[in-house]
């Protein structure tokens, strides 16, 4: 529609300047002057008289309820990935202190949970391993002093 509109003006604006360059000088070339004008402000009017401001105004509603999804759909976004990066630094501490430790365990999965202060925070952790939790012993008290987990919310499986 827009291109269309500049087309038309364009074409109207080669056509007034091609007459007033014809036209004598004198009263005939005064009233060509106003007779361009109105045709160039009626090219310019008529797209906006056109205009349905109530088609426009729904067109403008949907527009801003698809901005305020994909706000909070990246909101979400980074969020989830705020809390996966998080419990991929808590997962990556367990395995170091285990393998400081000289413990030997499969993996952990480190499940983080929003808390009152504003941030993620540990809440559970799964770890893999060959024994049960009595060979663990020493990791799990690490577990539970350095990050907060206690011992209710650790679950081994071998």
Known sequence: ??????????????????????????????????????????????????????????ELARYKEREAEFVDNSEALRDRLNRLVIEEKYETYIMDK????????????????????GCWVPWSVQIHCAGGTEEHRELSGRIEAELGIPAERQQWSS
């Open 1 to 58: 529609m827009i291109a269309s509109v500049i087309r038309q003006l364009c074409a109207m604006s080669i056509l007034c300047g091609a007459a007033l360059s014809i036209a004598p000088e004198g009263v005939v070339k005064r009233v060509l002057e106003l007779v361009c004008s109105a045709v160039l402000i009626s090219a310019v009017a008529k797209p906006l008289i056109g205009v349905d401001f109530t088609a426009y105004a729904l």
């Open 98 to 117: 285990a393998e400081e430790l000289g413990d030997e365990i499969g993996g952990a999965e480190v499940t983080a949970r929003w808390s009152t202060e």
